[in-house]
């Protein structure tokens, strides 16, 4: 019997692969979205013929959410046309204006991108994943794909594109309406990735021995992380040491500086910082080698953490700063809001007043242009206890009633 894996990743190859239906709904819990979005992901590196617009984002809300598609596609568009002058063509033009435009609502932006994605890109597919990782505005976020549900039929400007959506156990609003109004031109698909059933999968395929050895030892790297996530950590430990030994044998380094990182993760969870800091920086230096810019990032940042947990701010300072790098290299500017918040803290406790104030200041403001407020906040707090502490009360003040604006800005669009 195929795993819930193997049924998802036929599932969204097929789906992706066939012209007739232009939308598939995904119900399941917040946590079972990362294995869909992660299997897009690697199918986008792998199709050269297909375009893959993939937003894992959060969705506090859906105007909050609208917002940061339109961001991501903002900045892609850039990136996109500054290919096409290189090749000496004309760039794509300006998103229509009601795509920005908060006032709209988030349906009718976000079938303006579509429509808009469609006319602009050259042929093939077009697969959207709108698979927020966390779905707290469930009525929102369903009436903003309403549009991409075909209510009454397919509409022309759909053909090119494949819409992956998703609905929220339990309650699986948008999935129950669809069967009640027999809506039989989207698909959908249930999850089922309880922690009982995917262990007991994961055994099966690591104990199967007529699979070929790199899928077994992939579903011993995810036990791996199973055991860690139940803190059965020398179990975890064991299984880690084992994948990396194998990946890195068979010249797989991607997954070799990933066990690393999870060795490390275990030997911190076990509450030896040292040896964690030992296997992250093993892992830097695989990363390095392969120049994976992901395990690098993340194994920097995890470096910078357990640097500072053993009071060597100095090392700490260098491993954010190249965090933060490899997170710009990567377009990610909530890693890389992360990464320099962590920075000005260690630049604070070495004394550099300077550094700190402008590695916060960058950050905070780097985060309210992407709409990070969580950060933003957490940074302008650390600011108002840097210049209190130094007598700088104006300063203060001035981030007190930046913060205050900013909380009262999250709780309309919360509210929203």
């Known amino acids: 019997m195929p795993s819930q894996a193997d049924e998802l990743v036929g599932t969204l190859r097929g789906f992706i692969d066939q012209p007739d239906y232009p939308t598939l709904v995904l119900g399941g819990e917040d ?8 299997t897009l992901q690697s199918f986008s590196q792998q199709d050269e013929d297909a375009y893959y617009l993939l937003y894992p984002d959060h969705c506090p809300s859906a105007p909050v959410y609208m917002d940061a598609i339109a961001k991501s596609l903002a900045t892609q568009r850039e990136a996109y046309n500054i290919g096409l002058k290189d090749q000496g063509l004309e760039p794509s033009p300006p998103l229509p204006l009601e795509v920005e435009d908060g006032r709209y609502p988030p349906a009718r932006r976000l079938v303006a991108l579509a429509k808009y994605v469609g006319e602009h890109l050259p042929p093939g597919p077009i697969v959207w994943g709108l698979l927020p990782g966390e779905l707290k505005d469930l009525e929102g976020y369903k009436a903003m794909i309403a549009p991409l549900l075909c209510p009454e039929t397919v509409e022309p400007w759909m053909d090119r594109h494949r819409f992956i959506v998703r609905d929220r156990k339990p309650e699986l609003a948008i999935i129950t309406e669809l069967y009640q109004k027999k809506n039989d031109r989207v698909l959908v698909m249930e999850l089922d990735f309880s922690n009982e059933r995917t262990e007991r999968d994961l ?7 007529t699979l070929p050895p790199n899928d ?4 011993f790297f995810q036990l791996a992380a199973i055991d860690f996530a139940f803190l059965r950590l020398p179990q975890a430990l064991e299984k880690f040491g084992a994948c990396f030994n194998y990946f890195k044998g068979a010249g797989n380094k991607p997954l070799a500086a990933l066990s690393l990182k999870g060795a490390g993760d275990t030997m911190h969870r076990a509450g030896q910082p040292r040896e964690a800091l030992k296997f992250y920086q093993q892992g830097i230096a695989l990363s390095m080698e392969d120049a994976n810019l992901v395990s ?7 470096a910078g953490t357990t640097s500072m947990e053993l ?3 100095d090392d700490a300072e260098g491993y954010f700063k190249h965090a933060g790098a490899c997170s710009g290299k990567l377009a990610n500017p909530y890693t890389k809001c992360d ?5 000005g803290e260690a630049q604070w406790q070495l004394g550099k007043f300077k550094q ?8 905070k403001n780097l985060a309210k242009q992407f709409n990070y407020g969580e950060r933003a906040i957490a940074i302008l707090d650390r600011m108002i206890a840097m210049y209190r ?19 009262q800005q999250q709780g309309a669009q919360h509210a929203g």
Do not use: I, V
């Open 356 to 363: 700190a104030e402008e590695t916060w200041t960058n950050g």
């Open 296 to 302: 690098l990032q993340q194994n920097l940042y995890s």
């Open 203 to 209: 055994n099966a395929t690591a104990l199967d021995k």
């Open 311 to 313: 009071q060597r701010a």
């Open 31 to 38: 946590g079972e979205m990362a294995f869909p979005s992660a």
């Open 389 to 407: 502490l130094s007598n700088l009360f104006s300063e203060a003040h001035a981030c007190e009633r930046e913060k205050a604006e900013l909380t």
């Open 339 to 343: 990464a320099m918040e962590k920075e």
């Open 216 to 219: 077994r030892m992939f579903a």
